[in-house]
């Protein structure tokens, strides 16, 4: 596999376990093989075992003394779990930026705001969805709550949402009221807004984990 300059080693292997476990080819209580990836990558084991570290961190594996690396449990309540903790984490970051607000990032902000209504395109409309995230984060998370924004973001992956093209539409409505709520220093509505794009997301990964046939229907109640 061409390496991706500019994205570190380690990252790549993050983004290809996840997908591993996205796409169904690594499910719960699986064993990494870490001679496969890094044949598959063309890396060194220094990567491949840089990443096992941070993905056990996260919760997506865990490792058995002389064992190796497993895939943690992954079902629809892992996902909402992680999608709950994103939306409360920007949540906080957001009602930050409402209590405390900064010209220079209220500019950003608003221009953001107005590239999302402009832009229908996917890609395009996640990577301005991704900046705008990162000028909120950047402004006001310290490192603890930055490296959580970023543990938690792990099954939100790039690939999945620029392919998603429903983008501009739902999303588009959460933006605006997040930014509209910062403007006027709404703390309240800029938490909540992040916390039910979050939950919206995880709903529309669901959907399309079991499209994929990675997890199985919810039990229907009678």
């Not at 997506?60 to 992680?82: K, N, P």
């Amino acid at each position: 596999m061409p390496k991706k300059y500019g994205v570190k080693e380690k990252d790549l292997v993050v983004a290809h376990v996840v997908n591993l476990i996205l796409t169904g080819k690594l499910r719960s209580g699986d064993r990494v093989d870490r001679n496969e990836i890094a044949h598959e990558l063309g890396l060194s084991r220094v990567p491949i075992q840089e990443a096992v570290v941070q993905l056990e961190h996260d919760g997506i594996l865990t490792t058995r003394y002389h064992r190796g690396a497993f895939v943690e449990r992954f079902d629809e309540s892992v996902i909402r779990e992680h999608h709950e903790l994103h939306g409360m984490l920007t949540g906080v970051v957001s009602a930050r930026a409402a209590t405390d607000p900064d010209p220079r990032v209220l500019e950003r902000l608003g221009a953001l705001t107005d590239t999302l209504r402009a832009t229908r395109e996917s890609r395009a409309f996640h990577e301005a969805a991704w900046q705008y995230r990162i000028v909120l984060t950047d402004a006001y998370a310290g490192p603890r709550l930055g490296a959580m924004i970023r543990s938690a973001q792990a099954f939100t992956p790039r690939a999945f949402w620029v392919a998603y093209l429903s983008n501009h539409d739902e999303m588009l409505p959460y933006y605006e009221t997040e930014t509209a709520a910062i403007q006027r220093g709404d703390s309240d509505t800029a938490r909540t807004a992040c916390v039910q794009r979050s939950n919206f997301m995880g709903e529309i990964m669901l959907t399309e984990l079991v499209r994929r046939g990675v997890l199985r229907p919810a039990p229907v109640a009678f």
